[in-house]
Every structure is written in C-alpha cells, then in structure tokens.
C-alpha cells in the first residue's frame, strides 16, 4: 500500500496496513536539525510520511514597518513562524465590499507550488492542498473584531462577505482538483482554549450553512475534506461533524479535546488527526515523555482505523527537533509492533 492509497483509505473509512502521519507544517529549523542540509519535502520522503500539505501561492507586497499586504488585501505582520499574523483588512463597509476584488481563481501564478508537488509525490504519498471553508478568511478581510461585531450588528454584510470568499475558494478548488489534488484540508480555526470563537447559536446560523455548502462543493469536485481547528469545540462538535468533513483535526488537549471521548462520540462518523500536544509537550518536555504520549494517541486512536497519527497543531519553530524525533520513532515503533 502506497503513502496516497493509506491517506485516501484512511480517510474512506476503510481498512489500512497502518497508521498513518504526516504534518501540515514542519519548521525549517526542526528539518535541519534532523536532517542537514535537507528541506521540508526531503524529510517527507527521508521519513517516510504519508503526506505533504501545500498552500496556494499568493503574492504578498511589503508596505513598511514589518507589514506586508497580501493579494486578499489581508495586511500581515511577518514573524517568527512561518505563517504571517493578520493585523487588518480591507473591508469595513458595505461600500467596500462592493469595491471589492478578491484574488484571480484562475490566475496559473497560483498553482505554481501545488503543481511541483504534485510532480514530486503524486503516486506515492497524497498531496493535500490548505484551503478554507467559512470563517477565517472573512474575519481577516474585516479584522477579527470587527467581523465579530458585524455578525451581532449587521449578519446580511457578514454573510455576504462569507459567500464571496466561498465563492474564491470552491473556483479554487476546482483549479486545483483539475490539476490532480484527491485531498484538501479547511484550516479555519472555530475555538478558543476556552470554547468557540462565537456563540454556538450564531455558530449555527450564519457559519454552518455555508459550511456544509463548501464541503459538499469540494466533495462535488471528488474532494476528500479534512477539518482543521483548534480549541475547545466540544459544543458544536456534532454541528461540524454533521457539515460532512471526511476527518478532524487536531483534538486539541490544551483546550481539554480528549481523543478517546472524541473517538467515542463521532469517531464511526469520520477521521481523526492529531491529540501529540505541541504547545508544550514537543515544546518543553523530553523524548521520554513524548514518546509515552505518542504511545498512548496510537493506542487510543488507532483501533477500527479512521487515525491519523499527529501533533495537536503543527511542528512549530520552537518544538524541540528531538521531541519531533521521538515522535516518528513512536509511530514506527507502534506500526512495527502491530506488523
């Protein structure tokens, strides 16, 4: 069984020869650490993951002082982790969101980076393109708070700025599927460590309905769909399962997600990815300890299949690399051991 068929089964539900693992992000400093000299796609391969996770191309204009303007109109603030802070957007009206135009769907500079992956791993291991569905992309254009305060006051503004990057992203993911992609994944975060970012009932009025419409728009292309948040979404837990994603992702534990009453509760509905703390197990514990946690995810996670094997987020710039080496040395140990 190749890395792309365990990914695609694992994500159908059906039977797989193992656990399998990857990460939607791996710092650069972890990859040299393990691997000198290698990048992010080399420690895939040298690993042995099933996966790698790719984001459009997008360009990103510097205007001053450590900003920088993306092609949403997004202004980030670049940092030390790989993905950029948003600090404000170009919508704050009705008028400008009538004046706006938002990134080319079709434009070929878009895809530059899929398609070279696609070159470099279709037929071995699954390329899974980031994407998203309803909320982050929205509440960027805006700026958070204000995006907050204009679903309270003015919900038909806030959804019609939602539908038109649904819009955005369903062209995308058609570019994108033409071009070969089996898997995406929506990275909109929903939650908090203290519970969802709104209110479980405006949750369920303005976002869920165009939830659902973009993943079974995705899965009209013959998208798999992974969903990607972070936080303590235990009240609204059954309203994303009940959308039609094909796995969740990443049981956050620092939010008090516990992977086995997850797995108990919606684990024969879809997939589940992650629950290896990386906010401060991979950050500050030791290899011992993370490969007791790794242990303990793989034996809750794995039995009747649908788990994939992950941190809780990402493999940041300050997990420490032999955290992250302990980590695989787990999996292969469990995956060895169930031979």
């Known amino acids: 069984m190749t890395p792309e068929e365990r990914i695609l089964r694992t994500l159908r539900g059906q039977p797989v020869d193992r656990v399998p693992h990857f ?25 042995g993951l099933d996966a790698f996770c790719v984001d459009l191309d997008y360009r990103a204009d510097a205007i001053g ?12 603030r670049r940092g030390p982790e790989l993905h950029a802070v948003p600090v404000d957007g170009p919508i704050k009206s009705r ?44 509440s960027r254009l805006m700026s958070f708070q204000e995006f907050l305060v204009t679903a309270m006051t003015d919900p038909e503004l806030a959804a019609d ?9 369903l062209a995308m993911a058609a570019e994108a599927r033409r071009r070969g992609v089996e898997v995406v994944y929506t990275g909109d975060d929903y939650a908090y460590n203290s519970g969802p970012m709104l209110s479980p009932e405006l949750f369920r009025e303005l ?21 990607h948040t972070d936080g303590d979404i235990r009240t609204i837990l059954d309203d994303i399962v009940e959308a039609g994603f094909d796995a969740l992702d990443p049981i956050d ?11 108990a509760r919606v684990g024969h509905r879809l997939a ?15 290899p011992r300890e993370v490969r007791a946690a790794s242990l303990r995810c793989l034996e809750i996670g794995s039995p009747g299949g649908r788990y994939v094997f992950s941190s809780s987020n990402s493999i940041h710039s ?11 040395a787990a999996w292969r140990e469990f995956n060895g051991a169930r031979a």
């Open 207 to 227: 976002i869920l309905p165009r939830v659902r419409r973009v993943v079974a728009g995705y899965h009209a292309l013959g998208l798999l769909v992974i969903k």
């Open 95 to 138: 008028e400008d969101l009538d004046r706006y135009r938002p990134p080319d769907p079709a434009d070929p500079a878009r895809y530059r980076t899929l398609e070279a992956a696609l070159r470099r791993h279709r037929g071995q291991r699954a390329v899974i393109l980031h994407l998203n569905d309803a909320l982050s992309i929205p």
């Open 253 to 263: 534990p620092v939010a008090g997600m516990d992977l086995a009453e997850v797995k």
């Open 318 to 328: 300050t997990v420490r690399p032999e955290n992250y080496g302990a980590m695989l």
């Open 65 to 76: 002082d450590g900003l920088v303007r993306d092609e949403w109109g997004i202004v980030k």
């Open 272 to 286: 589940l990815k992650g629950n290896v703390d990386c906010a401060s197990l991979l950050t500050f514990g030791t």
């Open 23 to 47: 990460e939607w992000l791996i710092d650069p400093h972890v990859v040299e650490a393990l691997h000198p000299g290698a990048d992010v796609e080399d420690l895939v391969e040298r690993e």
């Open 161 to 169: 700025v939602i539908d038109l990057t649904v819009e955005v992203n």
